[in-house]
C-alpha cells in the first residue's frame, strides 16, 4: 500500500509553568502534542485545557492554532511533521476520532499518566488520556505504530525520534503559513 495522503503531528511549548516542570524533567524542548488532518492545522485535536484560563480543567479538545490556548501564549515554539498515510488509514483515524468527539464531555486528562511516565510505568484509566498518549492512540488504532511501547508511555519527544515524521516547519507557531511553503 502506497501513501496517498497525509497527518499532521504539532508539537508545541508554551513556556507555561506546567510545561516548564515537564521540560525540566524531560529535558524535551517540547512537550505537547496534537495531530491534525491538514496542513493548515484547522483540524487539531489533542488532550488539554478546556479553557485557556485554566490549567486544571483538561480533557479532549478541538485546539485552534489562532485562537484559545496558542493566543495566551504567543512565544509558543513548535515543530510540525507529516507522517505519509493511505486514504484508508486517514479513514480509520478519523473514525476512531469520532468516538472521542461524540464522548468529549467524558474524556479527562490522565495527569497519573504523566507521571507514569516518569515512573516508565503505564497509568491508564479509561476516558482518560495525556496528549501524546490520545495522538498514539490514534495512530495505533488506526494499523500504524510508529514504537514498540504502549500509547501511555509514548512522549511528545518520541514523535520526533520517529525516523517515519518529516519535519516540514519548525519556529513560533504565530509565524506558522502553510501557504507560503
Known sequence: MSA???????????GTLFTRLIQGYTKAPYNHAS??????????????????ANPLNG?????????????KYPGTTCVIYELQVTDREVEKMKRVLQVFIRSR??????????????????????????????????????????????????????????DRLELIYYGKLSDYHPSGM
Open 4 to 14: 496517498d495522503s497525509s497527518v499532521y503531528i504539532l508539537l508545541t511549548n508554551t
Open 105 to 162: 464531555q467524558k474524556y479527562l486528562y490522565n495527569i497519573l499518566g504523566v507521571i507514569g511516565i516518569a515512573l516508565k510505568e503505564p497509568v491508564e484509566f479509561s476516558n482518560s488520556y495525556f496528549c501524546s498518549q490520545f495522538v498514539a492512540e490514534i495512530l495505533e488504532r488506526s494499523g500504524i505504530k510508529l514504537w514498540n511501547k504502549l500509547p501511555a508511555l509514548v512522549t511528545p519527544d518520541d514523535f520526533r525520534q520517529s
Open 59 to 71: 480533557g479532549f479538545v478541538k485546539e485552534d492554532i489562532r485562537t484559545g490556548t496558542y493566543s
Open 35 to 52: 495531530i491534525s488532518f491538514n496542513r493548515e492545522l484547522s483540524e487539531l485535536y489533542s488532550f488539554g485545557r478546556k479553557h485557556p
